[in-house]
């Protein structure tokens, strides 16, 4: 659980070149109380936005996604890197972030980042406590900002 108080520190989470592109979700309202990490879809469906806060980070990261590709329901299913979670290629599929003005990168994973709500049916559904699941997916998106972005955690407030 982590706290954001104001709509400008909820944007100073993302990087620079992130922040130009971020739009709030419509009546956000701050204090924001966020369990395990917030993520929203534009109204255009074209970007997804992503704040959590990396294992011992005293400051939340945010990271501003495109949807590259179309989804198409006739094509294979694929598999969500962060949540395990299976689906069609309307559901799964990459979704890419400029690392410099130069570079992109891409994750497969669930378009509408919904993993948290997908492990804990998945939890509910076999009677297993979500806390591990939920660590692990904050693990997962933790270990791509840092090892596909260079995002650093500070761990100073
Ligand atoms: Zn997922």
Do not use: H
Not at 76 to 94: F, K, M, N, P
């Amino acid at each position: 659980m982590f706290r954001i108080e104001t709509e400008k520190e909820l944007l100073s989470a993302f990087r620079s070149r992130d922040r130009k592109f971020v739009e709030l979700p419509k009546g956000t309202r701050v204090p924001l109380f966020i369990r395990d990490y917030l993520a929203w879809v534009d109204p255009y469906g074209v970007r997804v936005f992503l704040v959590f806060t990396a294992p011992g980070a005293q400051r939340p990261t945010g990271i501003a996604f495109r949807r590259d590709q179309q989804g198409d329901k006739t094509s294979a299913t694929g598999v969500c890197d962060w949540c395990r979670a299976a689906g069609a290629s309307d559901q799964i599929g990459l979704l890419t972030t400029d690392v410099d003005s130069k570079r992109r990168v891409g994750v497969n994973v669930c378009l509408d980042l919904r993993c948290g709500e997908k492990l804990e049916a998945a939890a509910n559904l076999s009677g297993r406590s979500v806390l591990d699941d939920n660590r692990q997916l904050i693990e997962r998106m933790a270990r791509f900002a840092s090892e596909a972005l260079g995002i650093e955690f500070s761990s100073d407030a």
